[in-house]
């Protein structure tokens, strides 16, 4: 059995007995509280995922304006040394 956190990495097999030893612990409730309850944590992992991935483009963006600089300051470097 695979089982993969919500970034899809795959998890060793002391965190996977953990989440399948909560699942097995879960309790269910009635049809209405279960529903409006799984769809607040629904809403909740909406909201988790959504800054995971803006925290992902800011950190990549970053990256990338700091190889635009190392790039262009080599560049002017080398055309500084043979110019």
Sequence with gaps: MKVEDMDGKHLNG???LV???RT???K???GLKREKEARNRYIKFE???RERRERKLR???TLDTLSVAFGLSVFA???FIFC
């Design 14 to 16: 002391r965190d996977s």
């Design 19 to 21: 989440i399948l030893q």
């Design 24 to 26: 097995l612990e879960g």
């Design 28 to 30: 269910r409730g009635n």
């Design 47 to 49: 909201e988790m995922k």
């Design 59 to 61: 950190v990549e963006e």
């Design 77 to 79: 470097g080398l055309i």
